[in-house]
């Protein structure tokens, strides 16, 4: 899915970078068909913090593609999308 892009126009419009976030095994413990979280999360998910990417010298969309790679990059290839095109 495409990102929505108002945290990109904010860095954009500020100059400041954004730190992408990935977060591996989330679906082990809230599934997309349960309210609630199926199961305790110690030891399942993995939160992987990347380098900032900073938003100068790039256009919004840039900096959306950019966040989005270094995202994909940080999971498993087993969460990966099938394809990187939005």
Same mark, same amino acid.
């Given at each position: 899915?495409p ?8 860095? &954009?419009?500020?100059? +400041?970078? @954004?730190?992408?976030?990935s *977060?591996c095994?989330?679906? $082990?413990?809230?599934?997309?068909y349960w309210?609630?979280?199926f199961k305790?999360a &110690?030891?399942?998910? +993995?939160? @992987?913090l990347?380098?900032? *990417?900073?938003?100068?010298? $790039?256009?919004e ?8 790679d270094a ?14 095109t939005?």
């Amino acid at each position: 899915m495409p990102f929505k892009n108002g945290a990109f126009k904010m860095a &954009h419009k500020a100059g +400041k970078p @954004v730190i992408p976030v990935s *977060i591996c095994g989330a679906a $082990k413990v809230m599934p997309s068909y349960w309210m609630f979280p199926f199961k305790p999360a &110690h030891n399942v998910c +993995k939160v @992987v913090l990347h380098e900032p *990417i900073e938003s100068e010298g $790039k256009t919004e969309q840039e900096l959306a593609d950019a966040v989005r790679d270094a995202i994909v990059a940080g999971l498993p290839e087993e969460q990966r999308p099938l394809t990187t095109t939005q």
